[in-house]
């Protein structure tokens, strides 16, 4: 994930926020008991493969407490958080036999959530989800296991191994339980083994305290200091983000008041711009827009005719065809309608220029700077084509809906003049597969 999350990201980073306050949902229940009965099976087989032999207790016990301290340190991610467990975890995997240490992760895991759990912050029904996280211990146990070799003695090689098949097994876990639980495509799940180069550069840091700990028993108490700092980072950290997405919603809450404002100053423009907007972002589905392009074109298309506040009623209403003053003061709109999005600021700027836009022309005749072609937004060329078909689709004040027949030849035959050709190719394609007659192709509309 970037520092600055895109608008993808802040969908998941606020979804998994929402996730983490709510009660377990039934994908989430099957995709933890099916982790946790794999988990279960993988011990089993590591303990059979090398059973455990004694060790000493004091130092595992250290160890094991200053995990589940690493484990409160959670840094959000869009699919969930990441944790400095490296810190501990190293430690901790040089005092306790291999057998024993997702057993002993597990456990951190649960402690965990104890005081979240008590003080009402976290559901305790999530409680099922936090064991499958020591999935991870397992890969690196399971490669000192299989090579018969204590940790303390290990290779710089095999130290590599180790760390390797950690990522490798809890990246695959993570995938197919994040599959299961939000339906999490693969290309998200790629963008987070980021998180696995903050592992590696902590685990020099968890080398250091294992050998500490091997001389003196609290030597791992030496992390403790460095998660405090890493929990002040965390604290800010979530603050922002989550001033982040109120910010979002907040832009996203003004839109919709404006867009309330024009239904209840004008219904019928009310209606027209919230018909518009299905419309338009359908044909951003099929020229695959961008999230953050997706959003901005959302937004103009509910907003497009927002300066039309701003126009007197009567003119609005005029129920017979407008004189060219009257002409001229609705053409405003548009200026209008940047002006008061500018305003409000943010990304909202960036719709401001869709909206003053929506009304030029692909052969430069349209208003209010003249532009032509591709120097037009190409969310503004959107609306202006579905803003038209819309509108001819629909009873006005001064005449009554097209037929669908006389609609599409309209858009036909203004396609490179009035309008971006590729765009009215899209809309007719659209509309003919939903409401075309069956008796009639939009050539021979054109024809008639």
């Known amino acids: 994930m970037s520092i600055e999350p895109n608008l993808e990201e802040q969908a998941l980073l606020e979804a998994s926020l929402r996730r983490a306050r709510s009660d377990i949902t039934y994908r989430e229940l099957i995709s933890g008991l099916v982790a946790t009965a794999g988990l279960i099976v993988a011990i089993v087989a590591l303990w059979l493969l090398e059973p455990p032999e004694s060790f000493s207790v004091a130092p595992a ?13 959670q840094f959000e991610t869009p699919l969930g958080f990441t944790v400095p467990t490296q810190l ?11 057998a024993v240490v997702p057993i002993a992760v597990a456990v951190a895991f649960a402690l965990a959530q104890v005081p979240g759990m008590i003080r009402g912050t976290s559901r305790a029904s999530r409680l099922v989800l936090q064991i499958p996280n020591a999935w991870f211990a397992l890969g690196a146990a399971a490669v000192f296991a299989i090579a018969e070799v204590d940790p303390a003695k290990a290779s710089a090689g095999l130290l ?19 599959a299961i639980a939000v339906r999490a495509r693969f290309l998200w799940q790629l963008r987070e083994t980021w998180v696995y180069v903050v592992d590696a550069a902590l685990t020099p840091a968890g080398l250091l305290a294992a050998e500490a700990t091997h001389h003196v028993i609290l030597g791992t108490l030496a992390m403790v200091p460095l998660l405090g700092l ?14 982040m997405l109120e910010l979002s919603n907040a832009y996203r809450g003004t ?51 927002v300066g039309k506040i701003a126009i007197p009623k009567e003119i609005i209403n005029k129920p017979g065809k407008l ?89 036909t035959s203004n396609s490179g003049t009035q309008f971006d050709p590729s765009i009215v190719e899209i809309l007719i394609g659209m509309v003919e597969a939903e409401e075309g007659p069956a008796s009639a192709t939009v050539a021979e509309a054109v024809a008639a």
């Open 88 to 98: 501990a975890f190293v430690p901790l995997l040089f005092a306790i036999p291999p």
């Open 160 to 178: 590599i191994v180790a760390f390797a098949s950690q990522c490798v097994v809890d990246f695959v876990i993570a995938a197919v339980r994040f």
């Open 323 to 411: 004189d060219p003053s009257e002409w001229a003061i609705v053409k405003t709109h548009t200026v209008e309608g940047q002006r008061m999005l500018d305003q409000v600021g943010g990304f909202m700027r960036e719709v401001g220029l869709i909206v003053r836009s929506h009304h030029e022309r692909w052969d430069g005749g349209g208003y209010p700077d003249g532009l032509a072609g591709e120097a037009i937004p190409l969310e503004a060329r959107i609306i202006a084509c579905c803003d038209t078909w819309n509108a001819m689709r629909t009873d006005r004040p001064y005449r009554k809906a097209l037929d669908y027949d006389v609609a599409s030849a309209e858009l």
């Open 61 to 73: 016990i250290v160890c094991l407490l200053v995990l589940t301290l690493s484990i409160k340190v």
């Open 230 to 243: 890493l929990a002040v980072f965390a604290h800010e950290r979530r603050g922002r983000l989550e001033s």
């Open 255 to 305: 839109a919709l008041v404006l867009g309330d404002g024009v239904e209840a100053d004008d219904s019928y423009t009310g209606q027209h711009c919230r018909s518009v907007v299905g419309l338009t972002l359908d044909v951003a589905d099929r020229l695959g827009l961008t999230a953050e392009r997706r959003r901005n074109l959302e937004f103009a298309a509910l907003l497009h005719d």
